[in-house]
């Protein structure tokens, strides 16, 4: 059985992350939490769901896309807006909430460091929550020119892990 602090803490996680639909059963106790769309919905009341909306919108306002252009498992790719004289930059951002990890394993070289090119499929990091891990790809080619989470960090969704110049 959960403490109320685990419920807690499983609400919050889930609040904040784009899973809809939350299910767990360890044989003696059953959960199920299912989010209502209208909690994301610009017109929902913003004091009974303010937990569970302002992230995404937050961050969907932010790329300068709506909610529902992102398919949920690969999140847009903002643009930095930068002078015209410098090459535009793009932020691979986390496609949920979780800790930051840079290599596959401790003492593993990490997956990409500042100066490496990547391609849209590279692997450049994985995010953990609650015991799964979620591989992020880069999703555009490019140089890796800044690394904006750190090792082991816990990271919001949507927001920025690496910055990169476009090839």
Known sequence: MFTKQELQDIIDLIGR???????????????????????????????STKAASEPM???????????????GEHPAVPEKN???DTPKLIEIISPTVGTFYASAEQGAAPYVQVGDKVTPEKVVCVLEAMKL??????????????????????????????????E
């Not at 003696?28 to 004091?47: F, M, Q, Y």
């Not at 919108?57 to 398919?71: F, R, T």
């Not at 816990?154 to 892990?161: A, D, H, I, R």
């Open 82 to 84: 930068t002078e015209a």
């Open 57 to 71: 919108a937050e961050h969907a306002e932010a790329a300068g896309a709506k909610p529902s252009e992102s398919d």
């Open 17 to 47: 992350s784009p899973v809809q639909k939350f299910k767990y059963s360890d044989g003696t106790a059953k959960l199920l939490i299912v989010k209502d769309n209208a909690s994301i919905s610009p017109k929902a009341d913003r004091r």
């Open 133 to 166: 891990f979620t591989e992020v790809s880069a999703k555009v080619s490019g140089e890796i020119v800044e690394i904006a989470a750190e090792n082991g960090q816990f990271v919001e969704y949507g927001q920025p892990l690496f910055i990169v110049k476009p």
